[in-house]
């Protein structure tokens, strides 16, 4: 197939949007706020323990003084975590110490700052509305940049040296090559629709899906061999993988598992409430927080529903053997015996806003509004 530049015509923005053009630059660390304003952390140790858990760390980032700014975004990729504000600073903290690696302001709407993505050894992708910027994740630095063809709906997946695989918020979904410039090496166009959850590569196929209801799955490289089929609502929430089987939650309240290789359906779930929150595969398990109504846990092979709803949890923050860590909507932890959905213990965090689920370890890394980031994880099994 022949590359191309994307010809795709380009959306009218808003006077509002156009102000929301990132410019990136380097910046000395931002200023820190004074010691009362991190008074109170997250968790307090006796807290910690009386719930059997232990604090790893607690990092004050420093927000911009006299400026309102707070968190508004929180992801763990690699060894890093990284945090985005609302006065478009972009702080990388080391996820086992707690030690910020570096800091560099992005000017913008946060709405405008994607979630990292790997693209090389020390390197990470991020996208705004215009531009796609490759960073050094151990400094923080610019290595290249690039103008994106279109604004992007959702976060990037990068296959390193192959594609940048990105939803458009106009009318399609397109495969680009991994480093600018540019080329369009295949997409799909939907008319009148968009692209905002993000997709999914399992057993050698990128799997998307749209707000009008339609899924695909395509060959990452070409865009060939693939399959499409129309589900019953919106497909807005991330796609999650569990092997050979993607788990996609839908507006029509179904959570339908589709085979990536053929996009056949074993099993179709509905339940009640509002599916827009990915699954969680942990094991044999599938957790499914349906909001309105809390977290239910279904056989991941059949669809079957095991325990729920419990009511009340928002999010799956992380799991240790037979104990999961979720989310209130008051943003406090419990934990929960993962066999039963039985609440086994509790604890209360001060102003906790933003947690990052952990599939491959039981810390559950948490974030204020106010600038104070936390690692905890349990001292034992219950």
Request: aromatic letters at 8%.
């Amino acid at each position: 197939m022949k590359r191309t530049k994307v010809t795709r015509p380009k959306i009218i923005w808003s006077a509002a949007a156009v102000c929301a053009v990132l410019v990136l630059s380097l910046v000395p660390a931002v200023q820190a706020r004074t010691p009362a304003a991190y008074a109170a952390p997250l968790i307090s140790r006796a807290a910690a323990r009386a719930a059997d858990l232990k604090v790893r760390w607690q990092t004050p980032i420093g927000l911009s003084r006299g400026k309102h700014d707070r968190v508004v975004n929180l992801w763990h990729v690699g060894s890093l975590v990284y945090v985005v504000t609302s006065r478009g600073y972009l702080v990388a903290i080391n996820a086992s110490s707690g030690t910020i690696r570096w800091t560099r302001q992005i000017h913008g709407l946060k709405a405008t700052i994607s979630r990292p993505a790997i693209s090389g050894p020390h390197q990470v992708v991020i996208l705004s509305s215009t531009t796609a910027y490759y960073i050094n994740s151990r400094t923080g630095a610019d290595q290249t940049k690039a103008e994106l063809p279109f604004p992007p709906g959702t976060h990037p997946v990068l296959i390193p040296a192959s594609r940048l695989l990105v939803g458009s918020l106009n009318e399609g979904f397109d495969a680009l090559s991994a480093v600018p410039p540019f080329f369009t090496e295949w997409s799909e166009d939907s008319p009148g629709d968009s692209f905002t959850s993000t997709p999914v590569v399992a057993a050698g196929t990128v799997i998307f899906g749209s707000r009008l209801g339609y899924l695909w799955g395509r060959e990452p490289a070409t865009g060939n061999h693939g399959w499409k089929r129309k589900l019953g609502g919106a497909i807005t929430a991330p796609i999650t993988s569990g092997d050979s089987l993607v788990f996609v939650p839908c507006r029509d309240n179904n959570l339908y598992a589709v085979d990536a290789q053929s996009g056949v359906s074993p099993w179709v779930t509905h339940l009640p409430g509002r599916l827009i929150h990915r699954a969680a595969v942990s094991g044999k398990i599938l957790l499914v927080c349906s909001a309105g109504k809390g977290l239910y846990a279904l056989n991941a092979a059949t669809g079957k529903i095991l325990w729920g709803p419990v009511a009340g949890i928002t999010r799956i923050a992380a799991r240790k053997r037979n104990t999961l860590y979720a989310v209130t909507a008051g943003g406090n932890l419990k934990m929960l015996n993962a066999a039963s959905g039985r609440v086994i213990d509790g604890v209360r965090l001060n102003g906790a806003r933003f947690f990052i689920y952990n599939s491959a370890s039981p810390v559950v890394f948490i974030a204020s509004r106010a600038g104070r980031v936390a690692a905890i994880a349990p001292r034992r099994q219950w």
